[in-house]
């Protein structure tokens, strides 16, 4: 069975850069037809969709994130992370990583999902 | 940018009541899913492609629509439905998750 594990820091101050790493086991993260997402949910509010990286190492972001978001991938670990630079009192959240499925398109297993919070 | 409008905000029903949650699309696609979230966990996958359900989701959930206009409808609710439904929509590259509607039983 496919299992996603975040880790990161829960707690990132105003201006700095907010670090996630989702582990994958289970499966591989290099598999055909499979993509990989960023998605998180604001305390109490709905799923905002961050950016994903495909099996072949492409990556596709949020437009209205793209400038401050960056997602990479270590094979050797089978796992791939998130980077948000510059984050606010706005990118608290829970942040959840996610497997897509290509020619599909829907997110088939997710990860328990993180809060991190900002503030100083 | 595509935006998915979800109604009605909230839905108060009975147990063994019918569901209809619509999703409404601002841009025509057939990558359509629906999730339900309880309180503290993570979405889970109900169906993808307008209709079809996923592996063991219960078959008082089935989804219709095509093109902007879907519909997740739940024939006979049961105390567990209890949560929020989500739509989400494919398309050029983008994902794009609907504001929710929250299912109450009385």
Request: aromatic share 12%; glycine share 10%; hydrophobic share 30%.
């Amino acid at each position: 069975q496919l299992q996603l594990q975040e880790s990161g820091s829960g707690l990132v101050k105003p201006s700095q850069t907010l670090s996630l790493t989702c582990a994958v086991s289970g499966g591989s993260i290099s598999s055909a037809g499979y993509s990989w997402s960023w998605i998180r949910q604001p305390p109490g509010k709905g799923l905002e969709w961050i950016g994903y990286l495909y099996h072949t190492g492409s990556t596709y972001y949020n437009p209205s994130l793209k400038s401050r978001v960056t997602i990479s991938v270590d094979r050797s670990k089978n796992q791939f992370s998130l980077m948000v630079t510059t984050v606010t009192a706005a990118d608290t959240a829970v942040y959840y990583c996610a497997r897509g499925r290509a020619s599909y398109y829907y997110f088939d297993f997710w990860g328990q999902g993180t809060l991190v919070t900002v503030s100083s | 940018e595509i935006v998915l409008t979800q109604s009605p905000g909230t839905l108060s029903l009975s147990p063994g009541e019918r569901a209809t949650l619509s999703c409404s699309a601002s841009q025509s696609s057939s990558f359509l899913a629906w999730y339900q979230q309880k309180p503290g966990q993570a979405p889970r996958l109900l169906i993808y492609n307008a209709s079809t359900r996923a592996t063991g989701i219960p078959d008082r959930f089935s989804g219709s629509g095509s093109g902007t206009d879907f519909t997740l409808t739940i024939s006979r609710l049961e105390p567990e439905d209890s949560a929020v439904f989500y739509c989400q929509l494919y398309s050029s590259s983008q994902w794009t998750f609907g504001q929710g509607t929250k299912v109450e039983i009385k």
